[in-house]
């Protein structure tokens, strides 16, 4: 397998009349059995006055409600759960970063499909069999680490399950094994380049070739930064806990977005006010539907992921319908002072300040009548010179930067090198305070 | 793989009652589907309404990339789509020659009568215990010499797509077998696309490449027929296990 390789021809090159059979049968299968056996589904149905027969066509979906990250935390741990335990074989959840985490099991069937869609993700990345792939997504509840080590073991490859394991042990294995292949966290990646130049480990010294990454948006300067620095090819992955881990899309060697696997998932893009339901290149929220989860199956969970859908087919051959890279999430935007502030939209700031980044906390709190908005960035790396002068320098060089770009004052807080990045955790991260 | 048959939201109704619920399915070219399901499920049924023996509300079917919602049963047999009904229905009073006949009624009509008699020899080659029976009255056969007879009546329209109700009904254990080899065979000799209705899941999932189970009208899985096999449901429902086995 080389360039330009596809994992699954047959189905990643489906003509869309197919694929819209497939979506329709499978979806309706996958109704008939969350009415029959999730009570939050049939009773969702009964709400609008429904039977799962009402959807005759695809276009009939949207007469269906959105479930919500709420609906499932209501269902906490079990409760959205089509089949008993004893048909499940594995458990995951969500990373919780946005409160109580959500439970997801898998079928044996369920399994067998993730490991495909995981493989096809990395063929399209430019995987191979011949790669020595390190996983530093974690290995646990979370679901990258083992999605993702499927997947690779799946086409071949030689997988070293890292995990979250410390900046000095991902040098040392990507050294002493000859690793060709990273996978795991954007950021997470960043600091593995940050590590080997303190202590002089050059990229030429090393096999790498390609990257993997996902987990957290991130940015094209981000992606530009991590082959620069690690002299890889770095595509983007997406996937979230609740509609089944990674492997939901991911990009080709042409890099134009991802491919959806859209013969496991309905994607909608919908207007997060109203719900409505947006034409293709149009941004707004993406919506899944996962027409063969046997476990738990799950009808249009809103993601609270930005993104727009291309239809059109690829230069790659593959048929599957693109999303735009995810940059935001509708959650995590602050609005202050009246204005719509996205982590990205600091992220972008901070990466144009000289030693600071990546990682970084946005805390809105308020005082009185007013609402304050605070930066905590961690350093970039140790500072040799006078330090207390440097980082006021900094400080000062980057609360100037922020005021011009925003027109309000941001306080910045700047703290130790990976004291906000520790293990591969996301990027960026949002305290409102104003919520509690 | 093309597709050739594209059963979109079938709803099949008799009288008020309603027994199909939004059925899509499809066939792919070369292709041997399973259709499953306990009794009553819907399985004949959606095979009628495909051939238009009965008549659905809304939906579509699709058929060699013509719709043929709206056709009459035999203008679909001369498209190449023949059912075998469950039950055989031989016509028993007739030999086995005179069934064979039958089956190409509708080329024979159509002046083809060198070609029906070809496909008579090779229907012969093909089951020799009906050459040995050729003059027997059908009704005097066997179960499973019945449904030989029964598929290679079918197979004298020579369809590009055979709709097989329950060929296993009734039949010993080591008849269903060969039945199922003979089914296989056609497919892979003849490449004969062939949708086969099923209670025995277990025997069709055998032969099949992928499935649909259907529980009371509505589609409840889909999948390849090791997906189906792997599913404890399926299992448990139609294999005739018990969760301590399965």
């Known amino acids: 397998m080389s360039e330009g390789a596809i994992w699954n021809t047959e189905r990643e090159t489906m003509p869309r009349r197919e694929i819209e059979q497939l979506q329709l049968e499978r979806l309706q299968a996958t109704m008939n059995r969350a009415y029959r056996n999730v009570r939050h589904y049939r009773r969702m149905f009964e709400a609008h006055d429904l039977v799962p027969e009402d959807i005759a066509s695809l276009a009939d979906l949207r007469k269906l409600p959105f479930t919500t990250k709420q609906d499932m935390r209501d269902a906490y741990p079990y409760g959205m759960f089509a089949l ?17 985490s959500t439970v997801v099991g898998y079928t044996r069937n369920d399994l067998e499909d993730w490991t495909e869609l995981v493989a096809r993700n990395l063929v399209a990345g430019g995987v191979t069999k011949d790669d ?9 509840l979370f679901s990258g680490g083992f999605g993702l080590h499927q997947g690779a073991e799946r086409i071949g490859a030689s997988v070293l399950p890292v995990s979250s394991a410390d900046i000095e042990s991902q040098v040392k294995v990507m050294q002493d094994f000859r690793t060709t292949a990273l996978v795991g966290i954007p950021s997470y990646a960043l600091q593995i380049a940050q590590a080997m130049d303190e202590v002089s480990v050059a990229p030429s010294s090393l096999c790498l070739r390609v990257g993997v990454f996902g987990g957290e948006p991130w940015s094209q300067k981000t992606r530009q930064e991590i082959e620069e620095r690690l002299r890889i090819r770095a595509t983007d992955i997406y996937g ?39 034409p293709p290149g149009a941004e707004g929220e993406l919506v899944f539907t996962t027409v063969h989860k046997e476990a738990m199956p799950v009808l249009r969970y809103r993601t609270g992921d930005i993104s727009s859908i291309d239809p059109e087919p690829c230069a790659c051959g593959r048929t599957f319908a693109r999303m735009a890279n995810v940059r935001r999430r509708t959650d995590d935007m602050v609005i202050i002072h009246g204005r719509n502030i996205f982590p990205e939209d600091i992220a972008a700031v901070i990466d144009q300040a000289p030693g600071l980044g990546p990682s970084f906390r946005m805390i809105v709190d308020r005082r009185g009548a007013e609402d304050t908005l605070r930066v905590e960035v961690e350093l970039s790396s140790i500072l040799s010179e006078d330090t207390i002068r440097a980082i006021e320098r900094l400080d000062r060089d980057l609360e100037e930067r922020l005021l011009r770009v925003f027109g309000f004052e941001i306080g910045v807080h700047i703290t130790e090198p990976r004291s906000l990045s520790a293990n591969g955790e996301k990027r960026a991260v949002v305290i409102d305070n104003r919520k509690i | 793989m093309s597709t050739l048959l594209r059963v979109t939201s079938l709803n099949t109704f008799y009288g008020p009652l309603q027994v199909l619920k939004s059925v899509s399915l499809h066939v792919n070219e070369g292709e041997i589907v399973a259709l499953l399901g306990a009794n009553g499920a819907g399985k004949t ?64 009509r159509g002046g083809e009568k060198r070609g029906v008699a070809e496909d008579m020899e090779r229907m012969l080659d093909m089951f020799p215990i009906l050459r040995e029976r050729i003059q027997q009255r059908a009704g005097s056969l066997s179960g499973g010499q019945q449904q030989m007879l029964a598929i290679a009546r079918a197979l004298m329209s020579r369809p590009r797509l055979l709709l097989l109700d329950e060929p296993s009904m009734g039949l010993a254990p080591l008849i269903v077998k060969e039945i199922l080899v003979t089914v296989s065979s056609l497919r892979d000799e003849h490449g004969t696309t062939v949708l086969l209705v099923e209670q025995n899941a277990a025997a069709a999932l055998k032969i099949a490449d992928r499935g649909y189970v259907l529980e009371t009208g509505r589609v409840v899985l889909e999948g390849t027929a090791t997906e189906l096999m792997r599913d404890r449901e399926v299992r448990r429902a139609y294999l005739g296990k018990d969760y301590d086995e399965v």
């Open chain 1, 84 to 100: 008993p335990l004893r048909e499940v074989v594995r458990i995951h959840s969500s990373s919780g970063t946005t409160g109580l």
């Open chain 1, 132 to 140: 020595v792939v390190q996983i530093f997504f974690g290995y646990g």
């Open chain 1, 240 to 278: 979230l806990a609740e509609v089944g881990g990674p492997g939901v899309s991911g990009e080709c060697e042409f890099r134009c977005g991802l491919h959806v696997a859209e013969d496991h998932f309905i994607v909608e893009v919908i207007d997060p006010e109203t719900g409505e339901v947006l």
């Open chain 2, 45 to 108: 049924t959606t095979l009628n309404s495909i051939c238009r023996i009965v008549h659905s509300r809304g939906g579509s079917v699709e058929y060699a990339g013509k719709d043929i919602s709206r056709a009459r049963p035999e203008t679909i047999v001369g498209m190449g789509l023949t059912q075998v009904p469950e039950g055989r229905q031989i016509f028993g009073e007739l030999s086995v020659r005179d069934n064979l006949i039958m089956g190409g009624y509708v080329r024979l």
